[in-house]
């Protein structure tokens, strides 16, 4: 089980990605796709096209950090393209562990008492 802080920043990536990619292959995409500096502390997470596999890329202060998740059935309920333009959608630690765990974010909310300001 993986555990983040609640004032973490995490984004993914809308459209799939080549998971062959690693370190370099990740952090270009990072810079290229979604406009963004990997070294500025937030998660960055990519799917493959038949949502079955996800890769986290990360820096930790003193190096880059890939993690891989391979489902053995089923996908992952990846999130749809909001506008044409959109290439990344903002995510909180939360919704992180739900989307790896498993629960479908579309039609889910959460509870009130449950909110946490991002």
Partial sequence: MLSFSGS???FVAVEACDMRKGFNGLHALVAERLGEDLKQGALFVFSNRRHTRIKII????????VLTKRLEQGTF????HLAP???KLKLTPQALAMLTDGVD???AKMRPWYEREA
Wanted: hydrophobic share 40%; charged share 25%.
């Fill in 8 to 10: 973490l920043k995490i």
């Fill in 77 to 80: 309920a990846w999130p749809k």
């Fill in 85 to 87: 333009e959109t290439t």
């Fill in 58 to 65: 990360c820096w930790d202060g003193t190096g880059i950090w």
């Fill in 105 to 107: 974010l579309r039609g």
